[in-house]
Every structure is written in structure tokens, then in C-alpha cells.
């Protein structure tokens, strides 16, 4: 089987490129099509643990579901996660490479093709239709010489190319005109067309926009995608969108600190559909709601550097504050290696060799180690009786007697760890709060009261429902037809 292939470049970041693939996968798994996503090099440290034992940028596990399809480490061959604003974590078909400054990237960039090309060979060749997302702007010179991800890549393996721009944000003409006139004539060529998204109002009000783009570029604006309230159900891809998940609903308050390189934040999205629960970002310079029945410490690439950002915005003090009221506070992953004594770094995995002194509510403390533990989990929770389903994904050893009050019991193996008075918890599991029974328990531990709602159904509506929005706004056909 040789697959046709489409590759989906935007015209800046953030205009909804990752979402657009994954409700053309659920359409095109619809029409009877076996789907794969693909995405050459991810920025995010919002990440999921994927069948074949890697990891993959969430955006991509979210495409495989709406295709059908497990996530397979061949999905984002290179996922780059954020440790500061000039060094990442570089991974490569799911496995830690190193940690690389910005420029070290650049020069390492011309090694990493020959990954990226194998990685869309495999998948091109287990499926009818691949589709192909680009990262970021699909014309900036000063990347293209080592570009493995937009044009670079199409012109490397032969792809047909798709515009997008938003709407939303304005200047979607100017967008796809600069685009045309920053790339070569072959670059050009390889263009079907363009599609606006999030846009909203009268298309006959577009039409001008249209034709002053077709008569610039000679590329057709293939469609108009209508701005989506199913779109805004599902996962965002990375930091750009969590400060936009935020609960609608009224009740029990979870307070979520705002931490630097936050990681697998869509651990919060369960929550932010509960009607019970009133889910409040706190933003960098303040405090911690008083009114708060629950502080969420969520993960980050750089726990020690989260640990300095809560005491250099006062949290630290506001948490046992919010604990002498007799609040609760939960921490996952980094969030639970934050709660403890110390967070030992002796190889300098995250930055500088030292260590980090903790919040101290749990007796724990954690050695940050190079080895990184990726597995998913699907068990019962004998604490609570609950199915549990999530995944680890986290370098760090943890230690202390604190472990001897776990949260979880999982297939009989200890997890996490619990306060003596049970108002601190933290656990390494991400994900949890997609299990429903085990969602109900613990709001109803932590005071609120749960909907019943039915998680993965809630998602699995969302794309179907986007996916018939792109079938009515979109000609699937002629799309298809640009694809080889």
C-alpha cells in the first residue's frame, strides 16, 4: 500500500493547522479511508506515551484518535520540549536524543531528515492517506536551509501543499500573498490551495479577499472553515491555548498556578467540562484565590524552575494559607515532586547541577535521573475501586516515607503519595482525571459533586461534530483529489 499524501502548512502558529488535521482524519476515516497523521517536528511539552513505548506531541495522539488509529512514535519523529527560552529536550521517534540549545538545533536539524523521511515512509506505507501538518510558518528564510518540517520537507519527499490562514486574527490575505512571494517558483508550484479558518460572518463578504488571492498567487481559496464551538472541545495543542480552558461551570473551585513550561496541561480538560467545577487559571503576579477548595499543581519541563516561580510570586505562602483553611492541594508529576522536601539534580538534567528545597508537604523528596519513564496504564484502583486509565512520563526518582500513604494502588503497586491529615496528594499518573469513576470519587472526596459525563464519549462527539463541519465547508473531494 502506497499512500497519497497532503501536507497542511499555516501561515504563522496558532491558526489552527493541528486541529484542521484531525477533523480531516476523522472525515476521512468516515468515508472508509485508513488515516495517519504526521507532524516532522512538534514544539510542546504537552506529550503522550504512545503504543509502540515513545512519546509523541498530544496534538498528534489526538489526530490518531480521530483517525482511528493507535499513536505511533512515526507520527512526530522529532518533538522538541521546552526547558527554557533557548534549550529543549530533543526527541527522536520517541526517544530522549539530549538536550540542545537553539542553535546546537539548527546545526543538528540536517541529521534528524533522514528519521523524518523513514518515519513518513512506514506510515505511507500501512495507509490510504496521510496528512501531513506543518510547524509554525511555512515561509520563514532564515529556517529554510535546515528545514525538516515545512517546505524543506515537501520539496525532500515530493508533497502537494495546503495554505492556512486565519481569519480571525486578521491580515489572511496579506498571509497567503507574502507566503507566495517569499517562496521559489518550484515551492509555488507544489500549492493547491487555501483554506481560511475560525472565520465568522457572511463568506459572500470574503469573496474580494478571495479573488485578490487567486489573482496574486493563482492559488484557489478552497474553502471557508466557520469558526467551531466542537473545535473548542477538544485538546489544545500546546501553551499557546491552555490560558483558554478555563471551567465554565460553578462550584467546586480548583485553583491551577500558572508554572513555568507547564507540560500536559489537557490533564485539566476533564475537570473544565464538569459543571461542578470552577476551574481558574492564576496568572503570574496573583495570589492564589482565597475561595479555593483545591490547589492543582500540574507538570512542568523544569521543576526546579517552577519551584523559584512559586516562591517568587508568594504561592508558596498562599498554599499553606489555603492549607490552614483547610483546603486541599494535588500535585501531578513535577507537581508532585514539588510537594516534597527537595528536588535533587546532581547530573544537571534540567539545567545547573543542585538542588531545589520543596514545598514540604509530602515526605518525599526526588533525584532527577536521565532515564525517562514512559508507560501506559490501564488498571483498578483499589484505593477507590476505580477503573483507571493514563500514563508516566517523567525522569525523576522519588523516595521518603511519604510513599507509604499512597494515593493509588495500582495492579497492587503503590502510587503517588498522601498527606497524614489526606488534604496533599500528588501522583505521577497523568490522565487519570479522564477516567470517569475515578473522576466521580475524588470530586466527591475533594467536596464537589461529578456529572456523570462520559469523557472519551465527549471527545469522540467533538471530532465527529467538527468533522461534519469541515464536510460543509470544506469540498473533501477536491482535496483529496490535490493529494498524492
Known sequence: MTARRLMVLGTGSDVGKSLLVAGLCRAYTRQGL???????????????VTADGGEIGRAQALQARAACVPPTVHMNPVLLKPETDVDAQVVVQGRVLGRYSASAYQRLKPELRGAVC?????????????LI?????????????????????????DLPVVLVGDESRGGVTAAAIGHHRLWTASERA?????????????????????????????????????????ARALPEEDSLGYGRKRGAGAGLVVAVPELPRLANFDDLDPLAAEPGVDLRWVRPGRPIPGDADVVLLLGSKA???????VRSEGW????????????????????????????????????????????????????????????????????????VAGYEMHMGRTEGPGLDRPWLRLDGRAEGAVSQDGRVMGTYLHGLFGSDGFRGHWLARMGGVAAGTDHAARLDAALNAFAEEIEADLDLDRLLAAAR
Not at 118 to 123: A, F, R, T
Not at 145 to 151: C, K, L, T, V, Y
Not at 303 to 309: E, I, S
Request: proline share 4%; net charge negative; with cysteine.
Open 133 to 157: 501538518e506543518g510547524a509554525g510558518s511555512g515561509a520563514e528564510r532564515y529556517l529554510r536551509p535546515q528545514d525538516i518540517s515545512n517546505m524543506g520537507l515537501a520539496e525532500a519527499a
Open 190 to 230: 507544489r500549492v493547491a490551495g487555501v483554506i481560511v479558518t475560525k472565520f465568522r460572518g457572511d463568506p459572500g463578504v470574503f469573496a474580494p479577499a478571495a479573488e485578490d488571492i487567486r489573482a496574486e498567487t493563482g492559488w484557489p481559496v478552497l474553502g471557508l472553515l466557520r469558526w467551531s464551538d466542537a
Open 34 to 48: 485508513k488515516v495517519a497523521p504526521f507532524k516532522a517536528q512538534n514544539m510542546s511539552n504537552n506529550a503522550a
Open 316 to 387: 508558596d505562602i498562599d498554599i499553606r494559607a489555603h492549607l490552614r483553611r483547610g483546603g486541599r492541594v494535588v500535585g501531578l508529576c513535577a507537581g508532585f515532586q514539588m510537594l516534597g522536601r527537595a528536588v535533587r539534580d546532581p547530573d544537571g538534567i534540567e539545567g545547573p547541577a543542585g538542588a531545589t528545597e520543596g514545598l514540604g508537604l509530602l515526605d518525599i523528596e526526588t533525584t532527577l535521573t536521565g532515564d525517562k519513564r514512559l508507560v501506559e496504564i490501564e488498571t483498578e484502583d483499589t484505593m477507590s475501586g476505580a477503573r
Open 118 to 130: 523513514d518515519s513518513l515512509d512506514i506510515l505511507s506505507a500501512a495507509h490510504d492517506l496521510v
Open 303 to 309: 521543576t526546579r524552575a517552577a519551584l523559584r516561580a
